[in-house]
Antibody, heavy 121, light 107 residues
Framework: QVQLQESGPGLVRPSQTLSLSCTVS??????????WSWIRQSPGKGLEWIAY???????YYNPSLKSRLSMSVDTSTNQFSLRLSSVTAADTAVYYC?????????????WGQGSLVTVSS | DIQMTQSPSSLSAFVGDRVTITCRAS??????LHWYQQKPGKAPKLLIS???SLYNGVPSRFSGSGSGTEFTLTISSLQPEDFATYFC?????????FGPGTKVESK
């Protein structure tokens, strides 16, 4: 059974760049029709889908964040990553990585435990 | 973007009660609708995919129905472990969007 684990700093200063990685275990990132995603959850905005990346590197970003977003994938380490620039307090949230199954209506069938990121000086 | 709404936003119920949660989409999403359960401090867990397909290992007391713009999640007999928040999500078009959630509490 595939497992996902987020990693990254829990505190980011305003205007800096938030960087998170997700390590996939129990399955190869480049096997199957899976889209590796980031979702965040804050009290004020609920669950917000951020972006996904395919193992080939093809990605799609939420237009609301697109100008500040970058995702990458590393099949050699079975990791994918998120970079969100110019952060503000509004970016404070629990960030989840998850797997979307492209062969099953893009259902999100596996999630990481979540990583709390606080934006504060 | 497709907007998702849920009703009620919260409900109180007894163990053994039948519980129904409604999710509505601002545009037709056919059956690209999924339901998740989330407990405090935990990640969401997939319950139902494609509107009505029970995900692996999910108890049969959970069921989903609907298509187009209106969907329901039903718990036929609420169990103590079912007190949680439930979210719907559409994956018909990007950006994928979630409903605001329905919190099921013990009466």
């Amino acid at each position: 059974q595939v497992q996902l684990q987020e990693s990254g700093p829990g505190l980011v200063r305003p205007s800096q760049t938030l960087s998170l990685s997700c390590t996939v275990s129990g399955g190869a990132l480049n096997s199957g029709d899976y889209y590796w995603s980031w979702i965040r959850q804050s009290p004020g905005k609920g669950l917000e889908w951020i972006a996904y990346v395919y193992y080939s590197g093809t990605s799609y970003y939420n237009p609301s964040l697109k100008s500040r977003l970058s995702m990458s994938v590393d099949t050699s380490t079975n990791q994918f990553s998120l970079r969100l620039s110019s952060v503000t307090a509004a970016d404070t949230a629990v960030y989840y990585c998850a797997r979307a199954d492209g062969s099953s209506y893009f259902r999100f069938d596996s999630w990481g435990q979540g990583s709390l990121v606080t934006v504060s000086s | 973007d497709i907007q998702m709404t849920q009703s009620p936003s919260s409900l109180s119920a007894f163990v053994g009660d039948r519980v129904t949660i409604t999710c509505r989409a601002s545009h037709s999403i056919i059956t690209y609708l999924h339901w998740y359960q989330q407990k405090p401090g935990k990640a969401p867990k997939l319950l139902i995919s494609a509107a009505s397909s029970l995900y692996n290992g999910v108890p049969s007391r959970f069921s989903g129905s609907g298509s187009g713009t209106e969907f329901t999640l039903t718990i036929s007999s609420l169990q103590p472990e079912d007190f949680a928040t439930y979210f719907c999500q559409q994956t018909y078009s990007t950006p994928f969007t979630f409903g605001p959630g329905t919190k099921v509490e013990s009466k």
